[in-house]
């Protein structure tokens, strides 16, 4: 059965600071990986998809690599801003399947 | 529509009681997907319909829940005789054609307290 984890669960930097969220999984046999953002109260919005083929993906100050081989991911944000604040999500889609595994998420909180 | 609509956007429902919970995708999506998050964790899979079609029904916890997409559009996730432990934000997603590698799209949630 495929886990995933995300480290650290929560994290707190200040504003500038370049950071890394660790998502790792134990089934490699996946079809792509995604990054989401939660704000509170809000549903997930989707930040970068990586299929398996591939070994990152960038989009602005964000930048996910995946190591299938090594079941692990990170996300890299550059510059953090406050507005960065939210509960950052990995998930993975196993092939053969629709359902995305999703780990606990990392709260991030970037301080002015 | 303009996004994922799910409604109510808050639910307290005594034990026993039944609920239905409703999610409105992006007009044209095919795929609808449903899942469960409960405080402090990651969203667990609960059901996925392609149209009308629900092709994978193996995330609803027991047989008290129930998902519908009767004109492969608007669905309904009914949970009969509610738990405390049903407690939780129930989200709805959909996608143009779930063909994995699609972008998904949420709803801000449906939080159901079972009091």
């Known amino acids: 059965k495929q886990e995933v984890t995300q480290i650290p669960a929560a994290l707190s930097v200040p504003e500038g600071e370049n950071l890394v969220l660790n998502c790792s999984f134990t089934?490699?046999?996946?079809?792509?990986l995604q990054w989401f953002r939660q704000d509170p109260g809000k549903g997930l919005t989707s930040l970068l998809l990586?299929?398996?083929?591939?070994r990152e993906q960038t989009s602005g100050r964000l930048n996910a690599s995946l190591d299938k081989s090594s079941g692990r991911s990170t996300l890299y944000i550059a510059a953090s801003q406050p507005g960065d604040s939210a509960t950052y999500l990995c998930a993975v889609l196993q092939g053969g399947s629709e359902k995305l595994v999703f780990g606990k998420g990392t709260k991030l909180t970037v301080n002015p | 529509g303009a996004g994922v609509s799910q409604s109510p956007r808050y639910k307290v429902a005594k034990r026993g009681q039944d609920v239905a919970l409703r999610c409105d995708p992006i007009?044209?999506?095919?795929?609808l997907f449903w899942y469960q998050q409960a405080l402090g964790q990651g969203p667990e899979f609960l059901t996925y319909?392609?149209?009308?079609?629900?092709?994978?029904k193996s995330g609803l916890p027991s047989d008290r829940f129930f998902a519908e997409r009767p004109e492969g559009s608007v669905s309904t996730l009914k949970i009969q005789r509610t738990q405390q432990e049903d407690s939780a934000v129930y989200l709805c997603?959909?996608?143009?054609?779930?063909?994995?590698?699609?972008?998904?799209?949420f709803g801000s949630g449906t939080q159901l307290s079972v009091l």
């Open positions: 997603a959909s996608s143009l054609q779930g063909r994995g590698g699609e972008k998904l799209f």
């Open positions: 990586i299929q398996s083929s591939q």
């Open positions: 319909f392609q149209n009308e079609a629900q092709l994978d």
């Open positions: 089934d490699s046999a996946i079809y792509n």
């Open positions: 007009s044209g999506h095919v795929s």
